[in-house]
């Protein structure tokens, strides 16, 4: 890893948030609440908004030099609780500590801006994510909803709780 480079996005990079989000949308539709459909018709203008990192949301990409190849997300949800969300590390980048960098960003923002506690949902089936969040310190809890962008799919809740 060493030319990665994992940062907070700001507006100068909302077409690198762009371009990472659409990939992770195609590559594993599923795994997703928002699905590519709804975030391809996002604007310019909205895609800058979003790539500005706020205390209630902040993306963070993965650079290979100068290329994108893995993302994800804090985002405070309306009531408090903190989110990993939009998690996502190109096939040929799986493995290699990218996704552990990204993780380890969001843990920091989350405890930053004082959240003790860390959740995200994963889809039972996609064994080799809840593995690699186990890895992360992140325990399933009983909680289990349907997947926004897919409701056919049940996604069980995780959470990870910051040293007291």
């Known amino acids: 890893m060493?030319?990665?480079?994992?940062?907070?996005?700001s507006a100068a990079d909302w077409q690198a948030l762009k371009a990472t989000r659409l990939a992770a949308?195609?590559?594993?539709?599923?795994?997703?609440?928002?699905?590519?459909a709804s975030a391809a018709r996002f604007s310019g203008p909205e895609?800058?908004?979003r790539a500005v990192s706020t205390p209630q949301r902040t993306f963070f990409l993965a650079f290979d030099g100068e290329h994108p190849i893995g993302l994800a997300a804090q985002v405070v949800a309306a009531n408090n609780e903190c989110h990993l969300i939009a998690m996502w590390v190109q096939s040929?980048?799986?493995?290699?500590?990218?996704?552990?960098?990204?993780?380890?960003?969001?843990?920091?923002?989350?405890?930053d801006n004082g959240h003790a506690r860390l959740v995200l949902d994963v889809?039972?089936?996609?064994?080799?994510?809840?593995?690699?969040?186990?890895?992360q310190g992140f325990v399933f809890l009983p909680?289990?909803?349907?997947?926004?962008?897919?409701?056919?799919?049940?996604?069980?809740?995780?959470?990870w709780l910051a040293a007291a």
């Not at 030319?3 to 907070?8: D, E, K, L, M």
């Not at 909680?143 to 069980?156: A, F, I, K, N």
């Open 47 to 49: 895609w800058q908004q």
């Open 123 to 135: 889809a039972p089936e996609n064994a080799r994510a809840a593995a690699f969040y186990q890895k």
């Open 2 to 9: 060493k030319n990665i480079i994992i940062r907070p996005t």
């Open 92 to 111: 040929e980048y799986r493995g290699m500590a990218v996704a552990q960098g990204l993780v380890d960003a969001v843990k920091q923002r989350a405890v």
């Open 25 to 36: 949308l195609l590559d594993a539709p599923t795994a997703f609440g928002a699905s590519h």
């Open 143 to 159: 909680e289990w909803e349907p997947l926004e962008s897919h409701p056919h799919t049940q996604v069980q809740k995780m959470e």
